[in-house]
């Protein structure tokens, strides 16, 4: 279920059916995985894939392979027969290795054992949600927020309440008075991603203080996906709830290796939380797929102890080919884009684009361009397209023209 804070109640985007009585036999499945929200950035990226001539900027990553130096890692581990299982939270060597970049980078010093290594950020996110979530507990999510965060919740079959931002002076800008204003006393977290993914609003160090102190307060857990922690533009990293934090504070920090260090076929991410959430992630981690394969996390050792070089290159990459699409759109009338502080995303409005998945499936046929429709990302999202302008500069350059010719 999904609710909004300006009604707080229930909408529900359970398919419907033809209004003739049709008589279904029951399902066999779970009564949440039936009820599910639709995934159509997912379906539309599907349908863009099956045609070799889509330029497809609808998925969140580049072009740019894993640096060798990180392979070489993996390979090795390989050869000397790191095939074994692993501790499910992650290796020693990996958790010490996070450790060491989170005081190198972030000038804060945690402990191993609350560093959980995970398979994945989406996988950081799976466990730290099912670790907290029971069924019918409220858990806000302020949106635009990347969809996947919202199908965990409705996995667990938790009510989400969504916190809109709204756009001022071209900027994406959160009303803290309205997410307190959404809790009711069935809340169990806050949700939120910093930088953001789609629309590259960072949160400002003020809201990132005012609200741990504000969950403090009420017992509330923030769940804080800061996986775009390292791409804020202009700086070495955003700001971080890592800053405000208190050891036993009801805080996940979920991270990964997939967007930075260009890590996505990889699988490996990790979590930063409190220290009563180790025994709890790793019997869920057990349960879930016995922690992330061991000559990966050799691989990940590398990116943290080498990778800098690599995402300095990164960032200049996507700088140089955000000011191409800030400065291109800029010039097609029907297009609004916000300012983007951070991310490798273009989030922006067309105007007269009611139904974005209905655009987004046009544009696929009539200019082969593969984008994200606004709708997957909150209900205020309608009428917006999200494009991953994290590759080659000259593959942006060919979409733009594609995006040019169908909404210029
Ligand atoms: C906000 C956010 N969190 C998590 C993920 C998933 O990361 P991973 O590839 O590590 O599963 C993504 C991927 O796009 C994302 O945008």
Known sequence: MLMTSAQLKPVTYKKTLPSMSLTLPPSPFRDALNDMTPNIAAELLRYGKMRPDVISLAQGEGENVTSPVIQQAAMKALQEGKTFYAPALGLPELRQEIANYTAR?????????RIFVTSSGTNAINLCLHSILNE??????VTPIWKNLIGICEV???????VGMTLKENRWSLDLDQLFDAVTPKTKAIMIVTPNNPTGWVMSEYEIKTVMEFARARGLWVVADEIYSRCQYGKTHAPSFLDVAEPDDLLYIINSFSKSWAMTG?????????????????????YQNMGPPAFTQYGGIAALRYGEEFITQQLNLWTHNRDLITKKLSTMTRITLPEIDATFYAFFKID?????????REMIDEVGLSLAPGSSFGSQCEGFLRLCFGVSTPRLEDAL????????
Not at 156 to 162: D, T
């Open 105 to 113: 980078i972030y000038g804060h010093d945690i402990p191993t054992s």
């Open 266 to 286: 990889w699988r490996l991410g990790w979590v930063i939380g409190p220290q009563i959430a180790e025994d709890k992630i790793r019997d869920l981690a057990l």
């Open 156 to 162: 667990v079959n938790a009510n989400i309440i969504e």
């Open 352 to 360: 007269g684009v009611d139904d974005s998945m209905h655009y987004a």
């Open 401 to 408: 023209s594609r995006l040019e010719r169908m909404c210029g």
């Open 136 to 141: 019918d507990d409220d858990i806000i999510a």
